[in-house]
């Protein structure tokens, strides 16, 4: 299933890896484990926040996804199943 990531990083502790040099290799494993078809990085609100969409293929792969997020960044996580055209394509096919 096609799951839209919202990590919005606490700033503190996100000042905390980016000023000890780590974030760079925090990014890319994250993006190295979840293998995004797209990622973009931004402010939301005000904060640090990433924005990354991806394959869940089960529901198992939300802790090793998340975790890191939370436990290096302190982030709030929201993860929302999504569309692109082709899908929304089908499932409107499916109404007629």
């Known amino acids: 299933m096609r799951v839209l990531l919202k990590a919005s990083m606490n700033t503190e ?11 760079p290799q925090l990014m890319q494993e994250a993006l190295g484990n979840i293998k995004p078809e797209a990622a973009y990085f931004t402010l939301d609100h005000g904060v640090r926040t990433a924005y990354l969409v991806f394959d ?10 998340g975790e890191p997020f939370f436990m290096d960044l302190d982030a709030e ?10 899908d929304l394509q089908k499932g409107l096919s499916q109404l007629r």
Do not use: C, F, Y
């Open 56 to 65: 869940l293929k089960d529901s198992s792969q939300m802790p090793p996804i």
């Open 13 to 23: 502790k996100a000042n905390e890896v980016i000023r000890s040099g780590k974030m």
């Open 77 to 86: 996580l929201d993860m929302t199943p999504v569309m692109n055209a082709d």
